[in-house]
C-alpha cells in the first residue's frame, strides 16, 4: 500500500522558517521524482519544487531562493526547508511522487501518488 505521509506545517510569523517533511512508503521511493505542491485557497494547485532520482532540483520562481527541496532515499523521505516566509505562502502543502516514465517537473499531471498534506499558515 503506498503512503505519503506529511508533517511539519503550522503557523509562523512572516519572515520564519519552517521544515515540512513527507515520509514515504509501499513503492521504490528511490526509482521517483519528487515534487512538493501548495493550494491555497479559491487558488489552483502550483507546483512549487521537484528533485530527481539523481538529486536535481527545480524550483518555481515564486520560491526560488527561499525554498529548498531535498530527499533523503535511504529515510524514502522529502524535505522542503522554507525560509524568509511571506503571508502569500499559506496554503495546503502537498508532497507526490512521479514514476520514472514520467515528466520529472512541475506538472502535477505527471504524478501518481499523493500526500493529505500539512497546512502552512503565515502570519504578518
Known amino acids: 500500500q503506498v503512503q505519503l505521509v506529511e508533517s511539519g506545517g503550522g503557523s509562523v510569523q512572516a519572515g520564519g522558517s519552517l521544515r515540512i517533511s513527507c515520509v514515504a512508503s509501499?513503492?521504490?521511493?528511490?526509482?521517483?521524482?519528487m515534487g512538493w505542491f501548495r493550494q491555497a485557497p479559491g487558488k489552483e494547485r502550483e507546483g512549487i519544487a521537484r528533485?530527481?532520482?539523481?538529486?536535481?532540483?527545480l524550483h518555481a520562481d515564486s520560491v526560488k531562493g527561499r525554498f529548498t527541496i531535498s530527499r533523503d532515499n535511504a529515510k524514502s523521505t522529502l524535505y522542503l526547508q522554507m525560509n524568509s516566509l511571506k503571508p502569500e505562502d499559506t496554503a495546503m502543502y502537498y508532497c507526490a511522487a512521479a514514476p520514472v516514465w514520467s515528466y520529472c517537473d512541475l506538472r502535477s499531471y505527471a504524478y501518481v501518488y499523493w500526500g493529505q498534506g500539512t497546512q502552512v499558515t503565515v502570519s504578518t
Open positions: 528533485i530527481n532520482r539523481n538529486g536535481d532540483t
Open positions: 509501499g513503492y521504490s521511493y528511490g526509482n521517483y521524482c
